[in-house]
T-cell receptor, first 115, second 113 residues
Framework: DAGITQSPRYKITETGRQVTLMCHQT?????MFWYRQDLGHGLRLIYY???????DKGEVPDGYVVSRSKTENFPLTLESATRSQTSVYFC??????????????FGQGTRLTVV | GDSVTQMEGPVTLSEEAFLTINCTYT??????LFWYVQYPGEGLQLLLK?????DKGSNKGFEATYRKETTSFHLEKGSVQVSDSAVYFC????????????FGQGTELSVKP
């Protein structure tokens, strides 16, 4: 199916465990993003990628690792999960047209609970 | 740094009421401005956007005008429906930054029949 898909949709993990959230897009967009959504904070950027093998930190990168070996995939790993990382995580992708931002397309989100 | 501030919710309206959700921003230069909508259990969808001062974005009866002088991008709709119940996010991004978005905190809208 065309679009951007995240997996899993729901995840419960224990403090200290490593967990990876997956994101896959079918449009071959250059840019991909990971945001977390927390009440009162809106969405905050964790990491983003401008192309395969190019990643950069966003506003709240601590405790997270990303990679982008293929254009279509952008996994987010929590190396040692903490309760403060309980959140809803959204992946997004976009393209630019002569530097202007086109629409960002969002996945349906992964609700992660760290116990 | 750049930031976006939205009016706090939740906002509760009766069907066919007029809607305004305030959004102001702080940014250098001339960012693009967006409104995204999130329906329950779903991801965000672009509702409308404006890329330069005095531009008006519109979609599905919603409108917002990019006001450089007041650094605002207020969302309006003349007559809301129950189906408009959702969380609305104001956001900005800068030219040549690949679509990185800075979001406001979101405003929940509940429309009662």
């Amino acid at each position: 199916d065309a679009g951007i898909t995240q997996s899993p949709r729901y995840k419960i993990t224990e403090t200290g465990r490593q967990v990876t959230l997956m994101c896959h897009q079918t449009w071959s967009h250059s840019y991909m993003f990971w945001y977390r959504q927390d009440l009162g904070h809106g969405l905050r950027l964790i990491y983003y990628s401008a192309a395969a093998d190019i990643t950069d930190k966003g506003e709240v990168p601590d405790g997270y690792v990303v990679s982008r070996s293929k254009t279509e995939n952008f996994p987010l790993t929590l190396e040692s999960a903490t309760r403060s990382q309980t959140s809803v995580y959204f992946c997004a992708s976009s393209e630019t047209d002569r530097g202007l931002n086109t629409e960002a397309f969002f996945g349906q989100g992964t609700r992660l609970t760290v116990v | 740094g750049d930031s976006v501030t939205q009016m706090e919710g939740p906002v509760t309206l009766s069907e066919e009421a007029f809607l305004t959700i305030n959004c102001t921003y702080t940014a250098t230069g001339y960012p693009s401005l967006f409104w995204y909508v999130q329906y329950p259990g779903e991801g965000l969808q672009l509702l409308l956007k404006a890329t330069k001062a005095d531009d008006k974005g519109s979609n599905k009866g919603f409108e917002a005008t990019y006001r450089k002088e007041t650094t605002s991008f207020h969302l309006e709709k003349g007559s809301v429906q129950v189906s408009d119940s959702a969380v609305y996010f104001c956001a900005l991004s800068h030219y040549n930054q690949g679509g990185k978005l800075i979001f406001g905190q979101g405003t929940e809208l509940s429309v009662k029949p």
